[in-house]
Antibody, heavy 119, light 110 residues
Framework: QITLKESGPTLVKPTQTLTLTCTFS??????????VGWIRQPPGKALEWLAL???????RYSPSLKSRLTITKDTSKNQVVLTLTNMEPVDKATYYC???????????WGQGTMVTVSS | QSALTQPASVSGSPGQSITISCTGT?????????VSWYQQHPGKAPKLMIY???RRPSGVSNRFSGSKSGNTASLTISGLQAEDEADYYC??????????FGGGTKLTVL
């Protein structure tokens, strides 16, 4: 059974860097074809894809946020970490991590973690 | 890249069928058979309903079906049920290896 869970601060100040951790179980991020992605959703708004890291350490980023995003993995800890620099109030959202299986879709999602940006 | 275009809302009565469109470009929907659809109930995480344009994950009702024509993908729900009332999002793989979601469609079951 695959599960994922996001963790990190619920409140960050403007200009700070957000660091979120996705801890997962039920699969290995060293298995061919597997990936973990991050998607966010501002309150009442649509989903927005942020980043994806593959089993072979290839990384992909949203073109609009690429300069602010970094995604890394720790295979031994079953964790994926996302950092987003220079946080602004518009970055307030629920942040989800999700398993990307062999079918190029996000088939299992974490419960999400809400992040607010305020001084 | 711009978000895929979906209607803001659709509605239907129990037992009826509805279709939600998802329009992209030749750089995403039109170039890849990698459109997925997600159902999201209020306060919940999204759930994968369709992948690779028309395939259903195990456990998803066969009332849900997907298709694509050109730059537009579609999700059809037949035999509408009250539990289908939710937000629906399409998502497509795009050039440069990125992914793009649609703006979401609120389905109301009358």
């Amino acid at each position: 059974q695959i599960t994922l869970k996001e963790s990190g601060p619920t409140l960050v100040k403007p200009t700070q860097t957000l660091t979120l951790t996705c801890t997962f179980s039920g699969f290995s991020l060293s298995t061919n074809g597997v990936g973990v992605g991050w998607i966010r959703q501002p309150p009442g708004k649509a989903l927005e894809w942020l980043a994806l890291i593959y089993w072979d350490d290839h990384k992909r980023y949203s073109p609009s946020l690429k300069s602010r995003l970094t995604i890394t993995k720790d295979t031994s800890k079953n964790q994926v970490v996302l950092t987003l620099t220079n946080m602004e109030p518009v970055d307030k959202a629920t942040y989800y991590c999700a398993h990307r299986g062999g079918h190029d879709a996000f088939d299992i999602w974490g419960q999400g973690t809400m992040v607010t940006v305020s001084s | 890249q711009s978000a895929l275009t979906q209607p803001a809302s659709v509605s239907g009565s129990p037992g009826q069928s509805i279709t939600i469109s998802c329009t992209g470009t030749s750089s995403d929907v039109g170039s890849y058979n990698l459109v997925s659809w997600y159902q999201q109930h209020p306060g919940k995480a999204p759930k994968l309903m369709i992948y690779e344009g028309r395939r259903r994950p195990s456990g998803v009702s066969n009332r849900f079906s997907g298709s694509k024509s050109g730059n537009t993908a579609s999700l059809t729900i037949s035999g509408l049920q009250a539990e289908d009332e939710a937000d629906y999002y399409c998502c497509s793989y795009a050039t440069s290896g990125s992914w793009v979601f649609g703006g979401g469609t609120k389905l109301t079951v009358l």
